[in-house]
């Protein structure tokens, strides 16, 4: 049965992509824009360009309402109970480092950081760097077959020395929601801050981060079909009060002098320097069109397309899936096929999607592999790409075999 996606032709890039003969499947890299982001970043440009915060003129009272708006959107977006506690930063990775020197005073040598072993580069270095500078131990969860945190093993691991929990909602490479409810609790029952990596999670369906009880929750406006160069940091009001500053700059300081200065309190304390404004006003832009779809066909259209992806990747002979991914993306390895030949003969015929080690180096190496392809899907995506790509793969298939 065919899949048309109704937002396809919302989105300027995957037509572009689609003319030039691309298929483009790799979205949990980064997506496409929607028409509305365009015309917020030319209506913000073309309307003439201001700084934040700073200014009393008409632009820069202009471009400091439309900022502050993303932060009211971004808030309603995860459900914060206030918009003050959401802190932008250049990206994903950024807000992990933030969290990383912010929170370093509050550890002593030997407390624990405990992490899963399918996180991310971005929510990985950032605490082993820390954990070798304070001569902290790093714990790293196991996963079951399925790819899920085992959470028996995090019972046992999960201890009076973990001072911090730092965990994927959805992982990048496997594709499964991970049990975090059971995980925080364990964190959380020996007073342990809590860090979610959302940055894959925030793209499918909504998350309230009340609800998730978290301490902080981090995502890439790029993924969430934004623009790049933004990041978001949520954070509980106890748990921003005890980042301390990490950047220094204009804007952050409420009163300097030459040997000593005050600092403002988040969110703008943690920004300092001129902000993504263009990027920051644009992704209010993506989270307002995003809020005008209908949740319940986004998530519909995803599931069918994503079981279309499994049932073809599951007819053909030796390919071995990685986990058992839930949504939008699906990682997977063929018996006696090299990825990176593989990943050449699908982008000989215009099918764009990743392959390698997708930022998790040590889950890779973890699963006895070098690389993986990996296909991951957007509420652009249709049947057709699928098509197209079981096309391709097929054909690829039959060379290298
Ligand atoms: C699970 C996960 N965490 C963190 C990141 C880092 O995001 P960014 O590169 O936008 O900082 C990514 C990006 O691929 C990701 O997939």
């Not at 980042?243 to 409420?254: A, S």
């Not at 300097?256 to 006003?281: D, K």
């Not at 249709?382 to 097929?394: M, P, T």
Request: proline share 5%.
């Amino acid at each position: 049965m065919p899949l048309p996606s109704p937002w396809r032709s919302d989105f300027p890039g995957i037509l572009a992509l689609e003319a030039e003969g691309q298929t483009y499947l790799d979205s949990a890299a980064t997506a496409q824009k929607p028409q509305a982001l365009l015309d917020a970043l030319q209506g913000y440009y073309g309307a003439g360009a201001a700084n934040v915060h700073r200014a009393q003129h008409l632009p820069g009272e202009r471009a400091t309402r439309a900022f502050e708006n993303t932060r009211v959107r971004v808030a309603q977006w995860l459900n914060a109970a206030e918009p003050t506690q959401i802190v932008f930063t250049h990206g994903a990775t950024e807000a992990f480092n933030l969290l990383a020197y912010g929170l370093e005073e509050q550890f002593q040598a030997g407390d624990q950081i405990v992490i899963s072993a399918l996180e991310h580069h971005a929510n990985l270095l950032p605490w082993q760097q820390l954990a070798l500078r304070r001569q902290l131990e790093l714990v790293v969860l196991p996963l079951d077959a399925a790819g899920l945190i085992d959470l028996e093993q995090a019972a046992a691991l999960i201890g009076p020395r973990t001072r911090l929990l730092a965990l994927s909602q959805l992982s990048n490479v496997l594709g499964c929601w991970q049990p975090l409810a059971e995980l925080l609790a364990l964190g959380q029952a020996q007073g342990a801050l809590t860090v979610i990596d959302g940055a894959q999670g925030v793209v499918h369906g909504r998350h309230d981060v009340q609800a998730l009880g978290c301490d902080f929750y981090v995502f890439s406006s790029h993924k969430l079909y934004g623009p790049d160069g933004v990041g978001v940091l949520y954070g509980r009001p106890e748990a921003l009060q005890r980042l301390k500053h990490w950047q220094f700059g204009g804007e952050m300081v409420r009163l300097a002098e030459y040997h000593s200065a005050e600092f403002r309190g988040a969110p703008l304390g943690l920004e300092a320097g001129t902000p993504p404004i263009a990027g920051v006003i644009a992704l209010g832009a993506s989270l307002d069109y995003l809020a005008g779809l209908d949740p319940a066909a986004v998530v519909g259209h995803e599931a069918a397309l994503h079981a279309k992806l499994l049932a073809g990747l599951g007819a053909r002979d030796g390919i071995q899936l990685l986990g058992a991914p839930r949504v939008a993306l699906a990682s997977f390895v063929v018996e006696g096929v090299h990825n990176a030949d593989l990943a050449h003969l699908l982008t000989e015929q215009g099918i764009a999607v990743r392959a390698g080690h997708h930022c998790a180096m040590p889950l890779l190496q973890r699963l006895g592999l070098a690389g993986a392809i990996r296909v991951s899907l957007g509420l652009y995506n249709d049947s057709d790409d699928l098509e197209r790509f079981f096309g391709a793969l097929d054909q690829a298939l039959e060379l290298l075999r």
